[in-house]
């Protein structure tokens, strides 16, 4: 009788609906990235003051080799790419919304910490968002950073002046790629109302300790990961975060982190996607830019 | 961002799976299947809409006060979840033919997936109050019903702070010769925010979702 069930249960999980790809809400309908000239929907707008030189603007493709499946993905560029070598980078990990032309106010706001084009930045669409090619997968991400990281890694950064900062659902390549080193490592980290995993989130809204596997295959287990993690961590999060709950996910990753070196920001009256608006850009900057040199 | 993710959590439940299964008890040797549909209602790109959660089941009067039943999840099924609920229903009064009615219906609500083989139970308890209002007839009724968490940590080792998950409930049954229409609003999770977290439910306030759902029952 018992393998009778195990069978049933396996016929149907061969062809079971899972709710996985909707963790990606990307729009991959441009046809060109319009950077500071995109009037699609935005966190905020940073004014003029913040603009960044053409030339000082670089987007190029990569190829994200995943299992054999190669895909062109694309990325962009902040800085000096000939003295990537000897500058501090910055590997800006986006959230699951649109593409690039969403962020691009937030790495810019990156470029200015410590001041005007002071670090390098660099940022990439994942396969499936906006001109990258292909289709995500949790697996697949990591796969495309890993490939952004390669190439940082062969235009001569090295791990000391490398850092890495993940926004939302960013923070799963961010952490599994610090936790799991395939090449390049950061020697600081900087996560943005960070995801705690699949499990906190299908629990927060079910109220129960359903398991994550009810509902998706993926895990995105950053709490589990940032305990492999022992660089110096930054964590920043809204208190008023109506999606990634600070106490449930946030607090969670931060107190799992493995270092010893950690700096809290808990944003009072941010929600998801105003934290640096809320906590004032100059305030934003100011505050990483201290995490960095610190 | 919401909108989307949230449909990753279309079976989530805050405890409303199901409308009440039984308020009344069956005939004594009677036996009845059923069809259910409803769910939680929530926000999905500005449109509310209740979370679409189906199951089939049957029942049997063992008893003139004692009735047995057990569901099968279909919508879990698909998801490759086996979901089920066993349970009883005990009539505690029963009007002999218009009036009130009492009743109390234990359940234990079992679930694995068969991608991990991960299990989970749920003890529930169910009170329930009706009115008949037409001799073997129809009925308006009402209750309040928990689920049990068993667990005492969730993911990450955290405390699991919710032990009940109780739902208010409003409902009617129609009754024919040989078959039972039921609707029901509940209102789910009452005790538990529905702030701060991926779905949007619909709810009186910040607690809770509201549901809504329909039941048929054929008898034999």
Redesign the interface.
């Known amino acids: 009788m018992k393998k009778l069930?195990y069978i049933?249960?396996?016929f149907?999980?061969a062809s079971?609906?899972?709710?996985?790809d909707?963790?990606f809400?990307a729009d991959n309908s441009i046809e060109s990235y319009q950077l500071d000239n995109y009037t699609g929907e935005v966190d905020f707008t940073l004014d003029d003051s913040y603009k960044i030189p053409e030339s000082l603007i670089h987007v190029f493709q990569l190829t994200s080799d995943y299992n054999g499946d190669q895909k062109n993905i694309y990325a962009i560029y902040i800085g000096d790419m000939a003295n990537i070598a000897t500058d501090t980078v910055i590997m800006y990990c986006h959230?699951?919304?649109d593409h690039m032309d969403f962020y691009w106010q937030r790495a810019k706001l990156l470029a200015h910490v410590g001041g005007k084009n002071r670090y390098g930045v660099l940022m990439i669409d994942y396969r499936g968002y906006g001109l990258s090619e292909g289709e995500s997968s949790e697996q697949s991400i990591y796969a495309d950073v890993h490939a952004a990281l390669k190439w940082l890694e062969k235009q001569g950064l090295t791990n000391e002046r490398f850092m890495m900062y993940g926004f939302?659902l960013g923070s799963a390549p961010t952490c599994q790629l610090t936790a799991n080193p395939t090449c390049l490592v950061p020697s600081k980290v900087i996560l943005e109302a960070p995801f705690?995993?699949a499990?906190?989130?299908?629990?927060?809204?079910?109220?129960?300790?359903?398991?994550?596997?009810?509902?998706?295959?993926y895990t995105i287990d950053n709490?589990?990961e940032i305990k492999k993690i022992s660089q110096p961590l930054m964590w920043l999060h809204g208190t008023?975060?109506?999606?990634?709950?600070?106490k449930?996910h946030g607090e969670?990753v931060y107190k799992?982190h493995g270092g010893t070196s950690k700096n809290a920001q808990r944003i009072s009256g941010a929600d998801?996607?105003d934290v640096p608006l809320v906590m004032g850009f100059t305030a934003y900057t100011d505050s990483i830019a201290s995490f960095i040199v610190k | 961002?919401?909108y989307?993710?949230a449909?990753?959590?279309?079976?989530?439940?805050?405890?409303g799976c199901n409308p009440t299964r039984y308020v009344a008890p069956l005939e004594e040797k009677q036996v009845a299947v059923t069809a259910n549909l409803g769910g939680s209602l929530i926000n999905y790109g500005g449109t509310p809409m209740p979370i679409p959660l189906t199951s089939v089941g049957a029942g049997y009067g063992l008893k003139e006060n004692l009735t047995l039943f057990g569901n099968v999840h279909t919508t879990?099924?698909?998801?490759?979840?086996?979901q089920t609920d066993i349970g009883a229903l005990y009539s505690i009064k029963k009007p002999d033919t218009t009036g009130f009615g009492l009743s109390i219906s234990p359940v234990i609500n079992w679930?694995?997936?068969?991608?991990?083989?991960?299990g989970?139970i749920?003890p529930q308890v169910d009170f329930n109050g009706y009115y008949q209002y037409q001799t073997d007839g129809n009925f308006a009724y009402g209750g309040i019903s928990s689920?049990v968490?068993l667990?005492s940590?969730?993911?990450?080792g955290?405390t699991?702070q919710?032990i009940f998950?109780p739902s208010l409930f409003l409902g009617h049954t129609f009754v024919k010769p040989k078959m039972n229409y039921q609707i029901e609003l509940r209102y789910n999770?009452f005790n538990?925010s529905n702030?701060?977290?991926?779905?949007d439910y619909i709810s009186p306030g910040n607690t809770g979702a509201l549901g809504i759902y329909f039941g048929v029952y054929k008898k034999f």
């Open positions: 069930i049933f249960i396996a149907l999980s079971c609906l899972r709710l996985d909707n963790l809400n959230g699951n919304k939302s705690a995993s499990e906190v989130m299908v629990q927060d809204a079910s109220g129960l300790s359903l398991p994550a596997s009810y509902f998706t295959n709490a589990e008023n975060d109506n999606f990634l709950n600070i449930t969670v799992n998801h996607g | 961002m919401r989307l993710v449909s990753i959590l279309t079976l989530t439940i805050l405890a879990s099924l698909a998801f490759g979840v086996f679930m694995i997936d068969g991608w991990n083989g991960k989970r749920y689920w968490e667990n940590t969730k993911a990450h955290e699991q919710t998950l999770g538990t702030e701060k977290i991926v779905v």
